[in-house]
């Protein structure tokens, strides 16, 4: 995308995709906040900068967009799932309910940066006018607020096991890069990692989680 102006064919792409699913928005103003959201570096400049990189830096080949996905689930409590991440602060306890059967969903962009994988989901939630309310502590808030700690779990579960099929070699600590959710309106290349959540779950957790939530069985 650039720094440079929208051209007229940008605009009128992004006009159309707004139209398309009933969102009232300026093209101009779309492209704006787009172009923001590519330009920013994903990490904090406290990150190892040889890890950081923005969505612009990413050639196609290395991403794959709206992955649909299907998790086996044994049979189980919710309580289970609780008690195993009751110190994660992005996620809420579920109410008691006994599961059984498939977890389905689309993860929405999967990407290879120097050899590691980022599950990314973008979010336009909006969190107030200033900028700090987009720091950590307000993206703390916002994650736990709809629960997306749960979902990220869930979406590093099921890309784990993905990976364990499909990478010859692969190993978590060293193949895995992490999960990001780009609040895209809180997101400028002046500050790098500005409007990002990101984590990388600890791995002995997410096998508790594996096992208790398929039982090992998916991969």
């Known amino acids: 995308v650039g720094t440079q102006e929208a051209t007229e064919e940008q ?4 006009t159309a995709q707004c139209n398309r ?117 307000g993206l703390v808030e916002a994650m736990r607020g709809h629960n997306y700690g749960l979902q990220y779990w869930i979406y590093t579960l099921v890309f784990h096991h993905h990976m364990k099929n499909l990478l010859p070699g692969y190993d978590y600590q060293q193949h895995f890069g992490g999960v990001m959710y780009l609040f895209v309106r809180g997101m400028t290349p002046e500050i790098p990692g500005s409007g990002i959540y990101y984590t990388k779950p600890e791995y002995s957790t997410l096998a508790e989680l594996d096992h208790v939530i398929g039982d090992g069985d998916n991969g």
Do not use: W
């Open 11 to 14: 605009l009128v792409a992004i």
């Open 21 to 137: 699913y009933g969102v009232s928005a300026d093209a101009a103003d779309v492209q704006k906040l787009l172009q923001l959201a590519v330009m920013t570096p994903l990490k904090p400049i406290t990150a190892d900068n040889d890890e950081n990189f923005s969505l612009s830096m990413l050639p196609h080949g290395e991403c794959l967009k709206e992955i649909q996905f299907f998790y086996r689930l044994c049979y189980l409590a919710t309580e289970r799932i609780n008690d195993i991440l009751a110190d994660e602060k992005t996620v809420v306890p579920l109410s008691h309910k006994m599961m059984r059967g498939y977890l389905t969903g689309f993860i929405d962009l999967v990407c290879r940066y120097k050899g590691r994988y980022y599950v990314i989901d973008y979010k336009t939630n909006y969190l107030g006018e200033c900028m700090g309310n987009y720091d950590r502590n």
